[in-house]
C-alpha cells in the first residue's frame, strides 16, 4: 500500500481519534499525545505489515487511538526513552492480542482470505519491520513538508526532486524542458539552473527530514539526535543539514 493510499485510510478511520481527544478532560494530558498522533502513520504502517488485512488494520488502528486518547500510556514517562520505542511495544502487544483472539475464533469457508498474517514475535526482524515503517513515516512526513511549502507560496523544490525521484533516467535538459512544460517558469529553466534548483530541493528535504527526527525524539540531545539518524540509515542523506543543525563547519 502506497503513502497516498495510507494516508486517504489514515484521514478516513482517524475521526474518533480527533473527537476523543477533543472531548478529554483538561488535566488528563497524556505527555506523549501529541507524538502518537503525528506518527499515527507509523503505527499503522506497522499493524497493516503485521495483519496483511486493511480492514483488521483499520479495527486495530481505532482500538490503539481509543486506548491513547483515554489514558491507557498516561503513565509513560516520554524522558526514559526513545518514544518509537514505546510506540514498537504498545503495537507489539496489540498485535499479539489481535493474533491471540483470531486462532481462538471459527473458521469460516465464507469468510474473505487475506494473504496470511505474520506471527509477530520480538525479534532482530519484527525489530527491523518497526524500524522500516518508522523510517517510511518519517520520510512520508517530510515528503508532505515538502509539498506544502510549495503550495503554499514556496519554490517548487517538491515538483524539483519528485520528478527526479521518479524519472532518475531523465538527463538535466530533459529534466529542464518537463519542468518548464509543468511549471511554465519564467526564466525559463536551464542545465545549469535545474542542477542547482535540484541541490537546493535535497538540501530542503533534509531539513525537513531532520526535523521530523528531532520532533520524534522528544527532547532529546544532541549525541541522540547523530545516533537516532545512524540507527535509521538516515545520516549521510541528512549529514548536511544536521552540520548545520549543530553548527558546524
Not at 495510507?6 to 507524538?35: C, F, K, M, V, Y
Not at 518509537?84 to 496489540?94: E, G, N, P, Q
Request: proline share 3%; with cysteine; aromatic share 10%.
Amino acid at each position: 500500500m502506497d503513502d497516498e493510499t495510507i494516508a486517504s485510510r489514515l484521514s478516513r478511520i482517524a475521526t474518533n481519534w480527533e473527537l476523543l481527544a477533543g472531548a478529554r478532560e483538561a488535566g488528563t494530558s497524556d505527555a506523549w499525545l501529541p507524538l502518537f498522533r503525528r506518527y499515527q502513520g507509523a503505527a499503522y504502517r506497522y499493524l497493516l505489515g503485521a495483519v496483511r488485512d486493511p480492514d483488521a488494520a483499520d479495527d486495530l488502528f481505532q482500538d490503539f487511538a481509543v486506548r491513547v486518547v483515554q489514558g491507557a500510556f498516561r503513565g509513560a514517562n516520554p524522558q526514559r526513552g526513545r518514544f518509537r520505542d514505546y510506540l514498537k511495544s504498545a503495537l507489539f502487544h496489540l498485535i499479539v492480542d489481535h493474533q491471540k483472539r483470531r486462532r481462538k475464533r471459527p473458521w469460516s469457508l465464507n469468510q474473505e482470505c487475506h494473504e496470511p498474517q505474520v506471527q509477530v514475535e520480538e525479534t532482530p526482524s519484527a525489530d527491523a519491520e518497526f524500524l522500516h515503517s518508522w523510517r517510511d513515516e518519517l520520510l512520508a512526513r517530510a515528503w508532505a513538508a515538502l509539498e506544502n511549502a510549495e503550495r503554499t507560496g514556496g519554490l517548487p523544490y517538491y515538483t524539483i526532486l519528485k520528478l527526479r525521484t521518479e524519472n532518475t533516467e531523465l538527463s538535466s535538459a530533459e529534466m529542464a524542458a518537463e519542468l518548464n512544460r509543468r511549471l511554465g517558469s519564467e526564466p525559463a529553466f536551464t542545465e545549469t539552473s535545474v542542477r542547482k534548483a535540484l541541490q537546493r530541493a535535497r538540501a530542503k528535504y533534509a531539513d525537513y527530514l531532520l526535523d521530523e527526527v528531532t520532533h520524534s525524539l522528544h527532547g532529546f540531545r544532541l549525541d541522540e539526535l547523530e545516533q537516532e539518524l545512524i540507527d535509521l540509515g538516515l545520516l549521510d542523506y541528512c549529514r548536511a543539514a544536521l552540520n548545520r543543525h549543530l553548527g558546524r563547519t
